[in-house]
């Protein structure tokens, strides 16, 4: 089946202690972009990678560390989580056919995040 | 900027009824426009797209959405809506567009749909 997998699902953690959320697809999808979502801002993009070792920031970097080493993971890293990180994260992959928009991201099922 | 709205945060409709979320975009360049939803707990699913071509595209549950860039709209409709309908949609823009917004969709802040029985 064809899908994002993000992991984990949950997770509460202390201020300062570095994470790491995995991300990996299985379409073969070149483009891959980090989300988060807030009640009352909607979904806002924190980083996206275009390609292996190829990322950029997106509208919402401040905190947040990406790689993309390999074309099928894309784990989202923070270093030192601060609570206003509290949030709903998804991880999201796309193609682009040739001279055509993107696609439309495939979403994972999301991971929520506590910061305390 | 590039931006979508959404203008109505919240609509309840009666199961059977018709409806419609409404959805209005700015941006530069030739917008490719998306509707997802997200039920609860759930991630986004894709339900319909428009690049170019014909203005009222088909998607996925019986929804439709017609473009029409006069107005800078890009409307969600369904003529008989379920129970399971009840979810959030989000309305979403992007482009073909180099460097940096390439990559990015812009989502609205999105519509919550209550269906009362």
């Known amino acids: 089946e064809a899908q994002v997998t993000q992991n984990p699902r949950y997770l509460i953690t202390v201020t300062g202690k570095k994470l790491t959320v995995t991300c990996s697809q299985n379409?073969?999808?070149?483009?891959m972009s980090w989300y988060r979502q807030d009640p009352g801002l909607g979904l806002r993009q924190i980083y996206y990678?275009?390609?292996?070792?190829?990322?950029d920031k997106g509208d919402v970097p401040e905190g947040y560390k990406v790689s993309r080493k390999e074309k099928r993971n894309f784990p989202l890293i923070l270093e030192s989580p601060s609570p206003n990180q509290t949030s709903l994260y998804f991880c999201?992959?796309?193609?682009?056919?040739?001279?055509?928009?993107?696609?439309?991201?495939?979403f994972g099922s999301g991971t929520r995040l506590t910061v305390v | 900027a590039q931006s979508v709205t959404q203008p109505d945060i919240h609509i309840t409709v009666s199961e059977g009824a018709s409806l419609e979320l409404r959805c209005n975009y700015s941006?530069?360049?030739?917008?490719?426009l998306f509707w997802y939803v997200q039920s609860p707990g759930q991630g986004l699913q894709l339900l319909l797209k428009?690049?170019?071509?014909?203005?009222l595209v088909q998607g996925i549950k019986g929804f439709e959405a017609e473009f029409k860039r006069s107005q800078s709209s890009f409307n969600l409709r369904k003529p008989s809506v379920h129970w399971s309908d009840a979810a959030e949609y989000f309305c979403?823009?992007?482009?073909?567009?180099?460097?940096?917004?390439?990559?990015?969709?812009?989502f609205g802040k999105g519509t919550k749909l209550s269906v009362k029985p």
């Open positions: 999201a992959s796309t193609y682009r056919a040739p001279g055509q928009s993107l696609y439309g991201y495939t």
């Open positions: 379409m073969n999808h070149e483009y």
């Open positions: 990678s275009m390609n292996v070792e190829v990322t």
């Open positions: 941006y530069g360049a030739t917008p490719y």
């Open positions: 428009y690049f170019s071509g014909d203005t």
């Open positions: 979403a823009v992007g482009g073909v567009g180099y460097g940096g917004s390439q990559g990015n969709l812009i």
